[in-house]
């Protein structure tokens, strides 16, 4: 029978540090709160609910998160009087008998489902406590994890460390899993008898070892529990989050020319056989189907890129782009709210914006859809097989026909019937022997102006 599973998320820092007036735990990473990526490991590892413990004034917290995690229970730590604490904060919810509690926390967003996994994997052999370590560089100012026979013996921090306790590498990453029957019991056991009068949830080891309970340690990467305090601690983890992702997507196959280059978002999804190129950022939801070509200094942003579809360089696809297979947007355009028709092209310094565009149709350089009149936004048709002309504005509601051709230059107010050829353009006038005089007159204009500032 498959163990029940209560994640607790502690959320109650302000991360003053970061100099913001957002909570800490609302910082963004690969564009989705810490807090949220915590959440999303602990659905990942089984968990079955998630309680998010906050601070006093912290109903921003609450608010902003609230639609990202679904169905948490929310608790309010109104003091915050240590880790331990916070933890009892939702007591409500950890009254509901699961058989396994995580603690996390909403500040160490990179801890991946595999080791929550394994501490729920330690509890279901009998520990009734686990806590998570890990061997960092230089362990100074770190609690150390001192072990004996395979067990945890205690958690001892540095100023409390004898010389040889120091010599330990193995340090507390702070992330603990309790047996959801003992926890209450362990928690309400801790003292505050410390220099801060705070209550540590780290105290549960020795009180779990005194009354025989098994305490054990796992061992999780360093850059699984890099907590965030500072803005450059938000960049680091950025860097690791995004240098993770990029591998994934290397071993899941796509292509990337330079890897170290590209910008993912949480939730983008690019398929197999997708190739990107250097400098391309994905902003929230985009999809990138198979044989895709995503070329360099690209920006995209709520759009769907079909099979074998091309975009840049120097693009930017807005929310609501959807480029039906081997579609082309090229360089210097933007697409808007629009579906770009299988195999049609939108090749160059063109806007298209609000508009539906036929199969195979060909969008000339310099292309307007103009969508918006001040108040509404509104439809541009472009049929089957059209061919827009360069330079030409599409004065939306319009409709342009199947294989209907727009003239070059054109401002199209009126619709184009199937097969027609549209001119919406002012006759070209020739003035014989006037350029000579143009050029004389701007040339005396000029040095009467250059005489005056003299």
Known sequence: MARSCLTIILAAGQGTRMKSALPKVLHPVAGLPMAAHVAATARAAGSDAVAVVYGHGG??????????LDGASWHEQAEQLGTAHAVLAA????????????????????????????????????AAVVVVGFRPDNPFGYGRLIER???????????????????ISYCNGGIMAFNGNMAPQLLDAIGNDNTKGEYYMTDAVEIARARGLKVVAIEAPV?????????????????????????????????????DTVFFHHDTAVQADASIEPNVVFGPGVTVKAGALIRA?????????????????????????ELSS?????????????????????????????????????????????????????????????????????????????????????????????????????????????????????????????????
């Open 326 to 454: 081997n579609a082309k947007v090229g360089n210097f355009c933007e697409v808007k709210k629009a579906e770009i028709g299988e195999g049609a092209k939108v090749n160059h310094l063109t806007y298209i914006g609000d508009a539906v565009i036929g199969a195979g149709a060909n969008i000339g350089a310099g292309t307007i859809t103009c969508n918006y009149d001040g108040y509404d936004k509104h439809l541009t048709e472009i049929g089957a097989g059209a061919f827009i002309g360069s330079n030409s504005a599409l004065v939306a509601p319009v409709k342009i026909g199947d294989n209907a051709y727009v003239s070059s230059g054109s401002v199209v107010t009126e619709a184009v019937p199937d097969d027609a050829v549209a001119f919406a353009r002012a006759r070209q006038v020739n003035k014989d022997g006037l350029a000579p005089r143009l050029r004389a007159r701007f040339k005396a204009a000029k040095e009467a102006k250059k005489a005056k500032k003299d």
């Open 59 to 68: 109903e921003a917290v609450r608010d902003a998160l609230s639609g990202k």
């Open 149 to 167: 026979g395979g067990e945890l013996v205690a958690i001892r921090e540095e100023r409390d460390a004898t010389d040889q306790e120091r010599s």
């Open 91 to 126: 007591r409500e919810a950890i009254s509901k008998g699961y058989d396994d509690i995580l603690v996390m926390f909403g500040d160490t967003p990179l801890v991946r489902p595999d080791v929550m996994r394994e501490a729920r994997a330690k509890l279901a052999d009998g």
């Open 223 to 259: 850059e699984d529990v890099v907590g965030v305090n500072t803005r450059g601690d938000l960049a680091a983890v950025e860097a690791i989050w995004q240098r993770r992702t990029r591998e994934k997507m290397l071993a899941e196959g796509v292509t990337m020319t330079a890897p």
């Open 297 to 321: 200094f690209s920006h995209l942003e709520g759009a769907t890129v079909g099979e074998g579809a091309e975009v840049g360089p120097f693009a930017r696809l807005r929310p609501g782009a």
